[in-house]
């Protein structure tokens, strides 16, 4: 296996691709994600900006399995494409029509990459430094596209996280200030499981934020997870909360979590639910996103049968 992923470059990657695929058809290969994964992180390594260029005009999964092996071999050129990266631009919504993907988690997904990388350490352990630089990049962000800044701030949250206390991290979040930055990683710490012991606090949280940006981003976090019927909770309480909820945008948000967290037990109701959003705009996203997350679902489902 070794040999085969050395052997790869920029103009046999396609054909090796090709002979995968059929060793796997013919049961050559077991089947299995742990040398996928390696293949595609090579192929990243070795074709960087111009394969993944290929591959996102070709709408192909396989544009963020390279992201790893890009940012490996040349970090550099890969943060300046995110940096760039038009989420509007055709080819992008191409990209995500073709591959039932949505422009956050395809935005946390660079943001990901680009996170470990700065955070990377021979030990495990995160320096000071290497915080520092982690925050610089954010600021960076903020002050030329406040989406990408949320989306680090989401993955810088989660490495940083880890093993602290509910306090803490409750004052990790209100310790930003910006809009975007607050919403992020409220956003984080909840999907943390952070609450999971008392969902409904996490509601409770949600509500105490000085940001309405922050306000709505945890909202739906927090119903999500309600719906998910974290320790026990009974999602049908909720759903009666939600009926008796004036329409507004705190009722929004909270069926947009409430709908994204139902996805997976239950994919009709969770479009029942977003079609209830009172925002024609809002709603009209959150239903396009719910049924993108069902059809990927679906062909997740076949493809491991």
Known sequence: PQEFLD???V?????????????????????????????????GEIGGKEVAVELLQEGD??????????AKGSPQ?????????????????????KTNS???????????????EILRNSDGKKRKLQVSKANDLIDHF???NKAKAESLTREF??????????????QWVTGYKEPELQAGSAQRVIESGAFDENPLEAVEFADSLESIRAKRSALSSAYARLAAGKNGHDPNHTAIELNAMEDGWRRDFALNGFAHGL????????????????????????????SKRIKKELVDKASVQ
Do not use: C
Request: net charge neutral; proline share 3%.
């Open 7 to 9: 052997s790869l470059n």
């Open 11 to 43: 103009r046999n990657w396609k054909k090796a691709r090709d002979a995968l695929a059929v060793a796997y058809e013919e049961g050559r290969l077991r089947s299995g994600k742990s040398f996928q994964k390696k293949f595609w992180s090579k192929v």
């Open 61 to 70: 999964p396989a544009f963020v399995k390279i992201l790893e092996g890009w």
């Open 77 to 97: 050129e890969m943060f300046d494409y995110y940096a760039e990266l038009d989420l509007k631009s055709p080819d992008v919504q191409n990209y995500l029509e």
């Open 102 to 116: 949505r422009e956050i988690p395809l935005m946390d997904q660079f943001s990901s990459t680009v996170i470990d």
């Open 142 to 144: 903020l002050e030329k």
């Open 157 to 170: 949250t989660e490495r940083v996280i880890k093993g602290r206390n509910k306090e803490t991290l409750k």
């Open 263 to 290: 996805v997976r037990r239950d994919p009709d109701a969770a479009l029942e639910w977003a079609n209830s959003i009172s925002d024609e705009g809002f709603r009209e996203i959150v239903t396009k996103n719910i």
